[in-house]
């Protein structure tokens, strides 16, 4: 099975200063075939679904303001939200897609506010 | 719209079974797939399985091979998560979510409880 590995486990960041997560899977999602990294990430309010935000490691979901973006590829990824907003206020989760049907996710990552 | 619409809460006795359902609306069921994820009080995500729609195929994490069973019925557009010989730590919220996590249900609730 694909570990997923974020870090940090929680930060906390100035509203309008720049928030970053880190995500390490323990082996490459990025499928030579198609150049594509399997790799989304998902922001978690308390009482609510997952939102699925990036997908192939840096495409936005629709809807989801420009202040998020993500990057990287094989085994290093980021998610960079550029200017935080209060309602940024979530938990954030890694996750492959790359292992046919078998999704692993990261441990989370709990963004709040300094 | 995509809508999964789950199943209510329940509560179960350890030793018990729950069977938890996740109806689909909005697009046609059998070009995706449908993923089972959980979340224990106050824990991260955790991948347990993934049923096609189409052909019946199963996927299960191994964590869970045995005492999960993930099912699709197409004539109501309806998939279910089985979970067999319930224990208190199987206390969470279950989720489906279509394929691998674009859309996702609201969550149901299922307390184990002597």
């Known amino acids: 099975d694909i570990v997923m590995t974020q870090s940090p486990d929680s930060l906390a960041v100035s509203l309008g200063e720049r928030a970053t997560i880190n995500c390490k899977p323990s082996?490459?999602?990025?499928?030579?075939?198609?150049?594509?990294?399997?790799l989304a990430w998902y922001q978690q309010k308390p009482g609510q679904p997952p939102r699925l935000l990036i997908y192939?490691?840096?495409t936005r979901a629709s809807g989801v303001p420009d202040r998020f973006s993500g990057s990287g590829s094989g085994t290093d990824f980021t998610l960079t939200i550029s200017s935080l907003q209060a309602e940024d206020v979530a938990v954030y989760y890694c996750?492959?897609?790359?292992?046919?049907?078998?999704?692993?996710f990261g441990q989370g990552t709990k963004l709040e506010i300094k | 719209q995509v809508q999964l619409v789950q199943s209510g809460a329940e509560v179960k006795k350890p030793g018990a079974s729950v069977k938890v359902s996740c109806k689909a609306s909005?697009?046609?069921?059998?070009?995706?797939?449908l993923s089972w994820v959980r979340q224990a009080p106050g824990q991260g995500l955790e991948w347990m399985g993934w049923v096609s729609t189409y052909n019946d195929e199963t996927k299960y994490a191994q964590k869970f091979q045995g005492r999960v069973t993930v099912t699709a019925e197409t004539s109501t557009n309806t998939a279910y998560l089985e979970v067999r010989s319930l224990r208190s730590d199987d206390t969470a919220v279950y989720y489906c979510a279509r394929g691998w996590g674009d859309q996702w249900g609201q969550g149901t609730l299922v307390t184990v409880s002597s």
């Open positions: 909005g697009y046609t069921f059998t070009d995706y797939g």
């Open positions: 996750q492959q897609y790359y292992t046919t049907h078998m999704y692993t």
């Open positions: 192939w490691a840096s």
């Open positions: 082996q490459s999602v990025l499928y030579r075939s198609d150049n594509k990294n399997y």
